[in-house]
Every structure is written in structure tokens, then in C-alpha cells.
């Protein structure tokens, strides 16, 4: 039995003897099939041609895969004052990787902003000791590989530990999470919000989209949601979901603007 990995988006499927007919994520409006048509490998596969890559990603542990592999997002080790949080997934797991990430304390929880990022959720969990999965319930339906190991939260907000809440903004999925820290450890505030906004390639501001691949925008109501969650929250720095895709100071200035200038443009 292979637990099959999506080459397009990345996600792990339960073990079974064939690969899936299809992958219930890629064939959805959000996503897209590849264009060579739907592939699939396995965790064995991926470690011979790619490794897993850790650096420093503006002051936070990364880790990502190199070269790149489907999506191409990297995770983030949240070190919290309160608990110590492996912020999304990627889809190869290596022993080398565990252990440099327990160099800094043990993972006290995983979590993940929406299912283009579940990848291979469960072999994390299980790598790092077993730690629960916290996904969003509204995106239940997207588990590919469902586990114990999973737990469901429900509403608009969620504490992880003091400082440390997890925040469903919607638009992009129904249960899409943002993670805002604001502890003694950051104490100006940031926001991880996967792709509930994404950070713009010039790293000034935000936008909002339903569908990034296939460009669909989000509704205004989800942007007056998701603007509500964050009216009053500290929030100096925002963190993208890849590599160098960060707003380092004044992220409350950039992230306000990023809402009227996307509320304009697409006033009727």
C-alpha cells in the first residue's frame, strides 16, 4: 500500500495499492491539472530527485523543498513564547529535517492554513512525535488522508497558547486560516496568512484572490471578514506563503491599503 503524492498540488493520499483516479484537490475550480495531465508519485520518488531545504527565512526557519515541487510553499517552525508551532506542510518528510527542526524544542501542534497545503500532513505529525493536526472544520472535506492524529476547530477564532490564535478568514476556502503571533517573543505582531492573502511580488502589499492559478477574485464579503478579524491586532510584519514573500515592518500600513485598493478595483 503507497500513500500517493499529487505532483501538481503536493497532497498525500491514504494508502492503497493504486494510485487515485483523481485528485479531488487539482480538480477543483481553485486548482488546475497539470498540463501533462494528472501524475502522481511517491515519498520514496520524490527524496531520490529533491531534497528538503531549511534556512532562514526573515529571522524564521523555513522549510521548503529543493528544487521546487508542486506549489513550491515552504513551512514555518513558529517559535511562541507559549508553544512551539510548525506552520503548514510540504510533501517530503526526511529524518535529517526532523531532527534540525527539534534542534530548537520539540513541535507542540501542526497547523495549516487551507488544503492546497495539507500535503503530507500526517507523515509530519507522525515524524514529529505524533502532534495533532489543527485544520479548520469547514474544509473537513479536503482531508485526503484522514488521521487521528487531526483535530477539527470550529468559529472564527481559535488560541492556540497565549499570544498565538489561529483565524479563519475565509474567501479562498470556507475554513481558510491565518495564524497571528503576538507574544512576548513578537511583540510588534505578525500575521502567516497562507493564501488568504498573498503577499505581492514587490512586497508593498497584498491581494486577495478565490483562485490564484486560474485568477478568480474573492467576494467583498470575504474581504470585510477578513478585514474585521484583524481590525486592532498588532501587526507589523506579514509572512507569504514561499520563500522571501514577507512584508517586514509596517505590515498593518501595507495590509490596510492592500483592502481599499482591492475594494476599489473591483467596485462596480
Excluded at 132 to 152: F, G, N, T, V, Y
Aim: glycine fraction near 8%; include cysteine.
Amino acid at each position: 500500500m503507497i500513500a500517493w503524492l499529487c505532483e501538481t498540488c503536493g497532497t498525500q493520499y491514504a494508502p492503497s495499492e493504486h494510485t487515485p483516479e483523481r485528485c479531488v484537490i487539482c480538480t477543483d475550480e481553485r486548482q488546475y491539472v497539470g498540463w501533462r495531465g494528472q501524475r502522481w508519485t511517491t515519498m520514496a520518488a520524490l527524496a531520490s530527485g529533491h531534497a528538503v531545504r531549511m534556512e532562514q527565512d526573515d529571522g524564521l526557519l523555513g522549510i521548503g523543498l529543493s528544487p521546487s515541487f508542486a506549489i513550491n510553499q515552504r513551512a514555518i517552525v513558529v517559535p511562541a513564547r507559549g508553544a512551539r508551532i510548525l506552520w503548514e506542510c510540504t510533501s517530503l518528510v526526511t529524518p535529517q529535517a526532523v531532527a534540525q527542526i527539534q534542534q530548537g524544542g520539540a513541535i507542540d501542534a501542526i497547523a495549516i492554513s487551507h488544503p492546497h497545503f495539507y500535503s503530507a500532513m500526517v507523515e509530519w505529525s507522525d515524524a514529529l512525535g505524533g502532534v495533532p493536526i489543527l485544520l479548520h472544520e469547514a474544509d473537513a472535506d479536503w482531508i485526503m488522508r484522514p488521521s487521528p492524529k487531526i483535530q477539527l476547530w470550529s468559529g472564527d477564532e481559535h488560541v492556540l497558547a497565549p499570544g498565538l490564535t489561529l483565524l479563519r478568514c475565509g474567501g479562498h476556502f470556507p475554513g481558510s486560516t491565518a495564524l497571528h503571533w503576538n507574544d512576548a517573543n513578537r511583540p510588534a505582531g505578525a500575521l502567516l496568512p497562507g493564501d488568504a492573502m498573498q503577499v505581492r511580488q514587490d512586497r508593498s502589499g497584498v491581494s486577495f484572490l478565490y483562485s490564484y492559478p486560474n485568477m478568480i477574485p474573492m467576494h467583498p464579503r470575504d474581504i470585510a471578514h477578513m478585514r474585521s478579524l484583524l481590525t486592532g491586532r498588532a501587526l507589523a510584519d506579514v509572512y507569504g506563503f514561499t520563500w522571501n514573500r514577507n512584508i517586514i515592518g509596517n505590515g498593518r500600513a501595507a495590509v490596510d491599503r492592500s483592502f481599499d485598493r482591492y475594494l476599489e478595483a473591483i467596485a462596480a
